[in-house]
């Protein structure tokens, strides 16, 4: 190697010698201090974005000191830049450290809200099931009709749920398109057992129909619900909301004086027992209400006797042979399912109302 080579090569290695020292102390110190922008969010405080960032929450002063257009440290709004780094913390002053402390102590004494849950609705519970209560009916001592089925619309004898039928009903009988009217049919008359008075009609409800055309005084309705085989001549009334009641069982019953008479059973039955649907002579005017229970009696009789030579006359005590729950009720009348019997009960027995729950 000449000595020109020599003086060169020895000139390279000695500005290689002094350039990576220089820059290696740089990038060293640039390390130290890499800068990074947050973009502040909603909700954001110095507290939380020093917890994320520099994994330290007290170092929030930190970040308060390096960005000098925070006035106030409470004070960050959403949008705003914050200029972060990642050098070892400094010394903070005696200030800033009494600051941070308070800033801690605010920090864990910040309240909890209380949740205070609410209190769970009570669970009602139907008084029966939708078929018993439909096939029960109810009577009624009022005229409610207001029209008649008068044909079907593909002269069907049998009509249920989706056919075309026509009625008796028409703009005359305010009826108008799109009003809902109930079916029902009138099952038999009753009279009471004991003092003979008229009670009304044994009435069932069939199904619902809507009125969907007029000619005349005679309507076209559609059937949109049956219960039971509908027919022509079956009865009509305004709508009634036929749905089972809801009781809640957990409530305790008031107490209440109310005592009547079986004055029908459903489908005349005799010997009726558990299962069995009745009806009574007391109802919503007297204050029964759905889900009631009633005891029922044997029919009482009066015995006479002499002794010495006077006649006397008494009365036997009541003896109770079943328990009733009200299903449905009307003014002066309700419906009622035997729950218990011990004998066969019959259309006039005496019922009361009984304050003592299942």
């Known amino acids: 190697m000449t000595n020109k080579c020599k003086k060169l090569l020895f000139l390279v290695l000695l500005i290689i010698g002094v350039i990576l020292p220089f820059n290696y102390l740089n990038a060293e110190e640039r390390d130290q201090d890499v800068q990074e922008i947050y973009i502040i969010k909603k909700g954001d405080t110095l507290w939380d974005i020093s917890e994320k960032f520099l994994k330290d929450p007290f170092r929030w002063p930190d970040i308060w000191q390096k960005n000098d257009y925070i006035s106030n440290p409470d004070l960050i709004y959403p949008g705003n ?31 909890r809200k209380k949740v205070i849950a609410k209190p769970s609705l009570p669970q009602k519970v139907p008084v029966t099931e939708f078929y018993i209560l439909q096939s029960a009916g109810f009577i009624v001592n009022e005229d409610f009709h207001v029209g008649s089925i008068v044909g079907s619309a593909k002269g069907y004898k049998i009509i249920s749920e989706g056919n075309i039928v ?181 259309v006039g027995n005496e019922v009361k109302y009984n304050l003592r729950k299942e």
């Open 166 to 346: 026509y009625a008796d009903v028409g703009p005359e009988e305010n009826a108008l398109i799109g009003k809902r009217y109930s079916i029902y049919r009138l099952i038999k008359g009753v009279k009471h057992p004991i003092n003979k008075k008229d009670m009304g009609y044994l009435v069932k409800i069939l199904g619902e129909l809507e009125i969907k055309d007029f000619q005349e005084n005679v309507s076209s309705a559609l059937i949109t619900k049956s219960y039971e085989e509908i027919s022509e001549n079956d009865l009509i009334t305004d709508y009634l909301k036929f749905e089972v009641p809801l009781i809640d069982p957990s409530m305790e019953p008031p107490e209440k004086d109310i005592q009547g008479y079986i004055i029908l059973t459903k489908d005349e039955k005799r010997n009726v027992g558990i299962g069995d649907v009745v009806y009574l002579d007391v109802g919503s005017n007297q204050g029964v209400e759905p889900g009631d229970r009633f005891i029922a009696y044997q029919n009482t009789k009066k015995d006479s006797s002499n002794y010495r030579s006077k006649k006397t006359t008494f009365r036997r005590p009541k003896i109770t042979i079943g328990e009733l729950k009200i299903i449905s009720i009307r003014d002066e009348t309700s419906t009622a399912l035997v729950t218990k019997s011990v004998e066969e009960l019959d």
């Open 81 to 111: 830049k914050v200029l972060l780094w990642k050098a070892p913390p400094p010394v903070l002053p005696e200030r800033v450290e009494k600051e941070v402390v308070k800033a801690k102590i605010k920090k864990l004494a910040r309240p």
